[in-house]
């Protein structure tokens, strides 16, 4: 049995916060877990617009707290994004994430995350990026 501490996790080095200052990502499950899954308890800072693409992984996303709208970009459609909403990126969705204020989110990855990963140029996370040591 694995059993972890989000507190705990937010003060190691699970925890990372975004070069671009648009979101932090405490990472509670990993590839090293061996779960076939990853998940965070991602926070997206108030006003945070940013673009994604994650073409090496399907996400689902599952809003605990505050608001914001998720865009497709291929279509241009707006999902509002609020408590109790999840949405899913089940075909790799190129998208745009718009927090209007602080927003707290269970993310899932598969295949999993193995832990430092940020997103790249193209908003996407490594298939392989290096792993969280403990």
């Given at each position: 049995?694995?059993?972890?501490?989000?507190?705990?996790?937010?003060?190691?080095?699970?925890?990372?916060?975004?070069?671009?200052?648009?979101?932090?990502?405490?990472?509670l499950l990993l590839k090293d877990d061996?779960?076939?899954?990853?998940?965070?308890?991602?926070?997206?800072?108030?006003?945070?617009?940013?673009?994604?693409?994650?073409?090496?992984?399907?996400?689902?996303?599952?809003?605990?707290?505050?608001?914001?709208?998720?865009?497709?970009?291929?279509?241009?459609?707006?999902?509002?994004?609020?408590?109790?909403?999840?949405?899913?990126?089940?075909?790799?969705?190129?998208?745009?994430?718009?927090?209007?204020?602080?927003?707290?989110?269970?993310?899932?990855?598969?295949?999993?995350?193995?832990?430092?990963?940020?997103?790249?140029?193209?908003?996407?996370?490594?298939?392989?990026?290096?792993?969280?040591?403990?």
């Amino acid at each position: 049995m694995i059993v972890r501490n989000l507190s705990d996790a937010k003060q190691s080095n699970r925890r990372i916060v975004s070069p671009d200052g648009n979101w932090e990502s405490t990472r509670l499950l990993l590839k090293d877990d061996q779960m076939g899954f990853s998940f965070h308890i991602t926070t997206i800072y108030k006003g945070a617009d940013f673009q994604m693409h994650y073409q090496n992984h399907l996400e689902s996303v599952y809003c605990m707290s505050g608001e914001g709208e998720v865009e497709t970009l291929a279509d241009g459609k707006k999902y509002p994004i609020e408590p109790g909403t999840i949405y899913i990126l089940n075909k790799h969705d190129k998208h745009s994430l718009r927090a209007f204020e602080e927003m707290t989110l269970a993310c899932t990855f598969n295949p999993p995350l193995n832990g430092k990963e940020v997103h790249n140029i193209e908003g996407a996370y490594a298939l392989e990026a290096e792993a969280i040591k403990e």
